[in-house]
């Protein structure tokens, strides 16, 4: 079946995620991470693309673009520039991004500050540092000046830096990504159907390993943590866990 184009409109903004396949690491040491930075910079450039915040985790990227044409061609570059220089250091070939990028446009101020804290919380979430002492997110350039993210935007709206500070150690009002989605209820009900057949009890009868694949699966194909759970009748401790 044919791709569907994507939505656009001139100037959006958009949080987009990559993974790697089969949810493997995309980055195995700090020369990975950096040459992943550079390259990022050196395309965002090219192809007119704002970097306004950024995370890199073990087998995932999260980026909040401002494009004034579709991500799609920065997002191409940087593919093509990476992968190959991952598969000669490490000796493999063949596909390291899961599919296609996921992205979800940005509508209105509320949402992306959400986002940038979303973005920014990853290590936390994950249970491997407190976001201020992550190396490999943009966190700290929202405090310190730097330059690889264009952190204006997001400064000018919570009042600089110190509000930027004060609004990320907040509690979470929401998990953003539960509340925007691509699919209605319908939707995310027939994705499921289609990929599960025999339904919710076929992955509640699961192994662990096998449950958490199954959820990833879901995921991979569009469907937010809130529906998982809705759909499947596991719990959010369950979900949430399979999809750090």
């Known amino acids: 079946m044919p791709r569907q184009a994507r939505c656009f409109e001139e100037g959006e903004y958009f949080h987009v995620m990559v993974r790697g396949i089969n949810r493997q690491d995309i980055f195995y040491d700090d020369e990975d991470r950096q040459r992943f930075l550079e390259t990022m910079q050196r395309f965002s450039s090219e192809t007119d693309v704002s970097v306004i915040a950024w995370c890199l985790m073990s087998n995932h990227v999260h980026l909040l673009l401002k494009a004034d044409r579709m991500p799609d061609l920065f997002m191409k570059k940087l593919g093509c520039s990476y992968v190959p220089y ?11 991004f899961q599919d296609r990028y996921k992205s979800e446009t940005i509508k209105d101020d509320n949402y992306m500050l959400a986002v940038v804290r ?18 490999w997110s943009s966190y700290g350039e929202f405090l310190d000046g730097r330059e690889s993210a264009n952190t204006d ?15 990320m150690e907040t509690a979470d ?14 939707e995310a009900l027939d994705k499921f159907s289609e990929l599960f057949p025999d339904g919710a ?3 509640q009868s699961l192994p662990r390993r096998e449950r958490n694949e199954a959820i990833g699966k879901l995921a991979d194909a569009g469907l937010t943590a809130a529906q998982i759970c809705r759909i499947t009748g596991l719990g959010k401790t369950i979900v949430y866990s399979a999809l750090k």
Do not use: W
């Not at 991952?86 to 390291?96: A, D, E, I, P, T």
């Open 201 to 203: 009890g076929s992955i």
């Open 86 to 96: 991952f598969n000669r250091k490490y000796g493999r070939v063949g596909h390291l």
């Open 173 to 186: 009002s929401a998990v953003y990504m539960d509340e925007h989605n691509g699919f209605t209820e319908r």
């Open 153 to 167: 935007l997001i400064l000018g709206m919570l009042g600089g830096s110190e509000g930027y500070r004060q609004f």
């Open 118 to 135: 979303y973005i920014h919380k990853n290590p936390e979430k994950a249970h491997i540092c407190r976001m201020s002492d992550y190396r």
